[in-house]
């Protein structure tokens, strides 16, 4: 009879009505609605191992604590307050990555100038890099390795609150040449991509005479001419350092970073995109 699936089909929904209920109650719940697709053009600031800063038309500034430091004694001035993360050195003309294999050290470092030991209380992030003030020298636990790109690094992937004690150098260079594969890797870029840049390096570096006067050229560009911050910068096309620098003059650091190191590279100069906190 019709009335035998009606009954049956009724006494399932009232069995599972204190399921939905509980669900409803205690679970949480996706704003919007269930079938819209996210939207990609939007993020909120923190650190990755990827950077695509033509991606981004918004960025939000989070409050959510990255990490805590306690000094032992007196804070170093806030110009040497840098914290190093991720080092990005691949670059497909669009993202910046961090490289897939470790290179060859550098020969050496000197340090200079005052050290300053602290504790580091680092929030878990599901992530292998460790922060330390530019530039660590020595810590104690002995897990922690300090890679070729100056980061240091736990063994395993950060999944819960972890502290670790450090002493850092900020005054600091790196002595011996750069090794070939840290060279080739810092100077690499894809064929065919960012031309009008490539252009612009070569023009600049002509000009400038030496790679140090260069560099300085291209922090006077960014300085003088029409470039602006901002949080919310218009999205860039394929070629996003072209883009950017011949069209929108308008981003984030993340912008301003991927052009510059694109710029070095194509000029003949070996640069990478150190991210970290300020």
Known sequence: PPQRPLRAT?????????FVVVLFLFFPRLEGRFWSLPDDSRAISGLDEEMSPGDLSELTLADTVAFRVRFDGPLPPPVQRYWRGPVL????????RRPAFATVPNSGVQLGGRGYDYTVTLEPHRRDWLFALDLPATWQDRSVRREPDLMLAAPRPVGSVYSYRVRSYPQFRVTGALPFTMRRLNLRLPAGRNPRAAALAARMRAGAGSDERFIAAVLAMFRDQQFFYTLEPPRLDRDSVDDFLFNTRRGFCGHFASAFTDLARAAGVPA?????YQ
């Open 272 to 276: 990478r995109v150190v991210t970290g």
């Open 89 to 96: 050195s691949d670059f497909d003309g669009f993202t910046w």
């Open 10 to 18: 009724g006494a399932m929904l009232l069995r599972a009505l204190p």
